[in-house]
């Protein structure tokens, strides 16, 4: 049976010793101070330990129901939410004015961290309601967050996202659901949805559908697009529900993963909705929290590579098998236990490597959001938008692989339901693909976030890595992160290079892009394990008494730099053979 | 709903126009031209795709039940595994004088790539009682041949190996299985094994259970473990029928894959067995079929790969989606299909320049062992030898990969039970793991494979790439597939050399194990393809009119050159790296 045990420690090693979070000058942030933060993660990791994680297999093993138009979620799920609830977790870093409790944004993360970690399906219940706060909270007239707001922030409703149809999920200007106006202002929406995550359930009160839809008459493709709520019952003036609206669920999709999580089809039959945002803008107000979106996602991937790590390696330490090469480990026992084996051990530090260094990157991310927000700094959300999609792509493809490694430590057990890896893979295989494929997310790295500003946001992120480059020339100790930090770096740049120079021929740009969005992945991880090799340095020279702890991130973080790193040669090879190769056969000829 | 497409013209080109298979010096070999393999494979691709493949799903969706003892397999498989009786396919390369076909071992792989891909759940009931009747033939007394082949041969009964425990799996000499010596010469078997893929079924009559057990007082670990053949029904001397014996199923394992096939817990309550094989050398008897089974596996890989990547390919074609960087590509459309985006075409191009050249390097390995066998040739057995572990651990690897990118092509719907894309990933995934995982190759091939015969082995393989690069050295259209071998095949050698500069600190050597597997892997699909273009580049010369084909195998080929093949660099620079950074973190830090 796996578990889940809080990684409050290297969180709090990253908030404090890498970020310096409390020392940044943004409002809010000086709270955060180590015993403020150690407390709050301290909670959360109960929640995550004793609540979550527990249900995570039973929401599995369970899954949904569809009873009577009645989704039925796994035991345990509602008492989980009301801990979440009563805790005043689902409004963490909502607005005060509406009952949330204003945290920062980076906060949120790490405790978002944690939670789905122990039990991803289940979080997503909350997770897509806060993605409807914070639409309405953008967009919504006064009157429409004063209606919602508070109780989406406390969850007494849930709330979801409606963009998908059976004909289009990446090209939203295919989408046929009609919203037509009525003559008291509301509309009438007539369509079907599909892959609602959270669509139905009674954990909630209320469910607060939004849903893009095209007013008849209204421009073709993407710009007649508009935003509406639709409410799942109608809620009256005094804040009291009314009438069923049109709207139902027609069915649960099966899946791969997130069992636990309804993944609904949406049948609106001229459900009544109101509009939200600008009339035919609703790309626009559906996508304005996409960097928090898209964080949010990446968080998944490093969240399960995370627990399953863990996981792997509590097997590895316990499981015996064979004898070490270099002679009897465990002379006690029958044999030694596999972690001495350097194929397990090249595994795990495979893992850890990638789960340490990738939640240095999206805690980083997650105070770039905190700083446009809170200080409206234009240049941190140019940062931030540049570094989302690779972010996203890096940390869920990446994630992925752990996942598939950690079940690899397991041998058979690893492919047994039992023992609960399995499950790691499937729940973590989805972040590889909604909030935009990878693939979109590389086409949204190459085809827009690069020359973006007239390639500003790059220049800065490539200005930050030399900085810190130089900073650290002259410490010897340090050169073994920053020589491979500078080569992969280099090789960044070259392959920007190479879509400045063709620019004019989109497929050889494109045909790269994934690999481009990995190469800068490590260039940001490698830089995280620099700033983090630091970090233990000043850590071990201040005298600080936990020297296995830093010792260990220097291990780590030697790993990351000699043996995944210098991927980076290849990736820019494979960039720069441009798409001749890609895009060479004929589709005719497949 | 996921269909197969039999891949008989691949085949066809793989063993006539690269292999030659016919003018092979080889015994039988003669009979191999290209009408005969025709025939046989266009008879086992439909097999494969009107018989097997329609119930991959229901196989996957039903999985098997366990009733009072009786094992219950999806409906349709019995009378699925009755065609492949009836046809002959069973006993297709077994020994005619018990009833086989005596087919070539490579042409029985062709075949059982393509029943593979159309079912590999379904696949494994054949397939595993081909391995115990692999071993009886192999091993058993001239009675036991007699007795139990011809009904193996025919699967009129089936077969299995038990070798797993719960305590042990990689290391058999943890197991716990004992065989008491009675005074008639058998022996009374008590214990457990676990993971008995096709352990209980009543597809078969009876079932023949090969069972590696501890003869009390005997030397300890592994050379003290005996193989003992334990039918599910005693056989009586005329052939017929007796009592039950006293095994039985006492559980079906819960898991990720292959739901169709029964992986049962098998319990021995003083069960009858036979001693088959010497006293004490039952490892020895039961690996003798190593290099067979573990390219079987290999097998499975690349044949998931294969299926997966048809599918994905034919949902590409179909899925309309925004239109391409370059200009509208299907005007008469909504949106053009999304193979004409090149990040779509790249996760194609990758999963096809795999699998082609996989399935050559397959048929490649399965032309020597059948080398080996007819021939009786130490320097065949001796390269497939070596070659094994890298065409497990690599099309295992790289299969996988490959039907998680054929996933990812579908966006949500890959997602999806509806779609089938991630059942090929589920049932893949156990291909890595089983068999000896891939760990366990990469530590076959560099503990033992490359040394053996004093390295013999692997100095013929660089003498093949040597002499194939220089026969193609002044062929300038050939320039752009030998000018990256040689540069792979190099970094080949400097690993290689690597690890016998180092032998005598083993930490080091396999801490690069598995990325010296995987270069190897890279250096013969790398050859393959060479190949491959040399017998393309004939065939146009020759005036064979299909240039479309053997036009895409250059396209694809090329793609494998400049944007897989290049990894190798990476690789060995890993294994390069030594251990240092592997093993360096103490296990109490972890």
Redesign the interface.
């Known amino acids: 049976m796996p578990f889940y045990e809080p990684t409050t420690k290297d969180i709090d090693f990253v908030l404090h010793d890498v970020l310096k979070v409390s020392e940044q000058d943004i409002p809010g942030f000086d709270e955060l101070d180590r015993d403020f933060t150690g407390a709050v993660l301290e909670e959360a990791g109960k929640i995550a330990r004793d609540v979550l994680a527990p249900l995570n297999t039973v929401g599995d093993h369970q899954g949904c129901k569809l009873d009577n138009g009645v989704v039925r979620v796994p035991e345990g799920f509602e008492d989980a939410v009301n801990v979440l609830r009563d805790g005043g977790w689902t409004g963490f870093d909502c607005d005060p004015e509406y009952g949330g409790q204003g945290m920062p944004y980076t906060l949120s993360i790490a405790v978002g961290e944690m939670h789905s970690s122990a039990n991803m399906a289940l979080m997503m219940y909350p997770g897509l309601t806060h993605g409807c706060y914070a639409a309405i909270h953008a967009h919504g007239t006064e009157e429409q967050k004063a209606k919602y707001l508070p109780n989406l922030v406390s969850f007494k409703w849930g709330g979801t996202m409606n963009l ?1 149809e059976p004909q ?4 939203l ?2 989408i046929r659901t009609k919203a037509e106006p009525q003559e008291d202002g509301t509309y009438k929406l007539s369509g079907q949805k599909i ?1 609602i995550s959270a669509g139905e359930h009674e954990m909630a009160e209320n469910i607060i559908h939004l849903v893009l839809a095209k007013i008849p008459g209204g421009p073709d493709g993407i710009k007649g697009i508009s935003l509406f709520i639709v409410p799942k019952f109608m809620v009256n003036d005094d804040g009291s529900l009314g009438e069923r609206n049109a709207v139902s669920c027609g069915g649960l ?5 997130i069992h636990g999580n309804a993944t609904c089809v949406m049948n609106y039959d001229g459900a009544t909705g109101y509009l939200i945002g600008d009339l035919h803008k609703g790309m626009r107000a559906m996508f304005t929290m996409m960097n928090e979106a898209r964080l949010g996602v990446g968080m998944q991937g490093l969240a399960q590579a995370s627990v399953a790590y863990q996981n792997a ?1 509590a097997f590895a ?1 316990d499981r ?3 004898r070490a ?2 002679g009897t480990k465990e002379p006690e026992k ?2 030694d236990s596999i ?11 495979d893992q ?1 490597s990638f789960v340490e260094g990738g939640r240095a990157f999206m805690l980083w991310a997650a105070t770039m959001i905190d700083r446009s927000r809170r200080n409206d700094d234009a240049d941190a959300e140019g940062m931030v938008s540049l570094l989302i999609p690779v972010l996203k792509g890096f940390l869920t493809d990446k994630g ?1 692989d752990a996942t ?1 490694s950690s ?2 430590v397991y ?2 057990s ?5 023992w609960g890896a ?1 499950q790691f ?2 729940d973590c ?2 972040a ?3 909030e935009g ?3 979109i997310q ?2 949204d790295l190459v ?1 827009r976030k690069l020359a973006s500003d007239n390639g500003k946001h790059v220049m800065a992120f490539f200005e930050l890595v030399k900085t810190f480059i130089k900073e650290n020339a002259d410490d010897e100790r340090m050169a073994e992160f920053i020589t491979p930090l500078k080569a992969a770096s280099k090789d960044l740049q070259a392959a920007g290079m190479y879509f400045m120079q063709n620019a004019g021929k ?2 050889d740009a ?2 790269g ?2 690999d481009f969005m990995h190469l800068f992945g490590h260039v940001c991880l490698g830089l995280m394990w620099g700033q983090i090799a630091k970090a233990s340095y000043a850590a071990l020279d201040a005298g600080n008494c936990d020297t ?2 830093y ?2 991130k220097l ?2 973080g ?2 990351y730099m ?2 995944k790193l ?2 980076t ?2 990736l820019l ?2 960039v720069q ?1 441009g ?12």
Chains 1, 2 share one sequence.
């Not at 289009?168 to 090209?171: I, M, R, S």
């Not at 972690?339 to 530090?349: A, G, Y």
């Not at 798409?579 to 497949?590: E, I, P, S």
């Open positions: 998908t289009c999920g990446t090209d200007g295919l892959w999709e099966s899946k791969m993963g390696l330490k015996i098998q064979g090469v270099t029958a044999a972690i001495h084996f350097p194929d397990v051990r090249r595994m795990l530090m850890k992925l598939i079940q690899q041998g058979g690893g492919f047994t339901t039992e399995e893979v499937r295989r989805i590889l693909i909604y494929t990878n693939g590389a086409l085809g989109p497929d494109l045909s892009a994934a296995a702890f010792e260990s291990v780590t030697r790993y000699t043996r210098p991927e040669a290849f090879q494979k053979a798409g001749a190769n890609v895009m060479g056969l004929d589709v005719a000829n497949f």
